[in-house]
């Protein structure tokens, strides 16, 4: 697809709304993903360094 000004490139044919909207959705859900990720990992090292703790007076 050829755009003629940046307006259409961002309105891409009708279907920008549609194709920037999964784009930003798309973002969201993968920084959603990375913060649960990070603080899965933080909470699994809590666990484990408080079981050594316990075993190790």
């Given at each position: 697809?050829?755009?003629?000004?940046?307006?259409?490139?961002?309105?891409?044919?009708?279907?920008?709304?549609?194709v920037?909207?999964?784009?930003?959705?798309?973002?969201?859900?993968?920084?959603?993903?990375?913060?649960?990720?990070?603080l899965?990992?933080?909470?699994?090292?809590?666990?484990?360094r408080?079981?050594?703790?316990?075993?190790?007076?």
């Open positions: 697809m050829r755009w003629e000004s940046w307006s259409d490139f961002w309105f891409m044919g009708g279907y920008g709304l549609y920037w909207g999964s784009m930003g959705m798309t973002a969201v859900l993968l920084l959603v993903e990375m913060a649960q990720a990070h899965a990992h933080r909470r699994a090292l809590a666990l484990v408080a079981e050594q703790s316990f075993e190790n007076p």
